[in-house]
């Protein structure tokens, strides 16, 4: 009997995924049969949104195989976490939805973030949101992400759910792809899906006037669908990104500006950190490279360094 099927996984919710078959478009409830064939990364879920299996349906679904998979974003929930979770699969391209109040966005997270999307060559923009909020300072602030990121070759969007032209120009830039919607809770990733497609209803929740912390209230991954051809992939706010699997030999090579500098040092190999003639740091230096990220660099190699398998 050969009822193997593929599908794609549109939904974790713990472990059941909802796949929607590639053929007839409709979805089952699966879980997972045995032990899948995973690539040795060991990790907390070991299907993601945006994965392609093979499943057989049935009375009770259940998922086979894990077909190869394109890219994915992999993180560590802590540095110290042994274990790692895979944010989303095989996307065409992240939005990184951040926040300079309502909560603050942590820089050294937006580093990493963006580290582990280069690993795949995954493209970034970086989506400042709540642009209504923000005072004096905050405005200043956002005009300083804004020009660290397009320096480092980033697109960057300043976005408000309430303002329609920039709702539009979100949507202009999803056409034909899946675009994972990643950040910390509260920063408005929920919102700002609802107001690309008001008929998805997504549930949104209050920032904590206390903590100034969203509280988690998307609480599984989910992909829908914004428009025609136009997929996104809501997912629960994340607080900690930990590196996986980069070597910090080529953890320049994740920071385009840093790697781009690292042309003009006079070592092969040059970490950046303390060798003579280094380029990179001439950069920092007359600031055509961000101070901030420069940081960054030097803090994921410190740290990850000793938590890397
Ligand atoms: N003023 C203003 N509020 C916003 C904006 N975007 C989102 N919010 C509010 O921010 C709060 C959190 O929004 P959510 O969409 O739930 O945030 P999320 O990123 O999905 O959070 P998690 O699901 O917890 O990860 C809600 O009260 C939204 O109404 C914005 O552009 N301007
Ligand atoms: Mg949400
Ligand atoms: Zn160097």
Redesign the pocket.
Known sequence: MDNKKIGLVIKAAGSLYTVRDKASGEAYECRIRGKLRLNDVRTTNPLAVGDVVHYEAGAAPVITELLPRRNYIIRRAANLSKEAHIVAANVDQAFL?V?VD?PPTNLEFIDRFLASAEAYKIPVSIVI?????YNENGLQEVENLAKTYSAAGYQTLK?????KD?INLIKSLLTNKITL?S?????????????LNPQLN??????SEYHNR??????FSEMLEVEKGCYVV?????KGFGLVDINPNELSHYFREIFAASQGCRFNGCTHVHEPECAVRKSVKDGSISANRYTSYLKMLEVDEKYRR
Do not use: C, Q, W, Y
Not at 183 to 195: E, H, M, T, Y
């Open positions: 939805v926040t309502f949101n709540k642009m209504d909020l976005t408000s759910i309430k303002v920039d919607f950040g910390n809770s509260g920063v408005g990733k929920s919102s700002l899906i609802n107001a997504l549930r949104v929740g209050e920032i969203g509280k988690h209230t998307t609480t809501d997912t629960p706010g994340i």
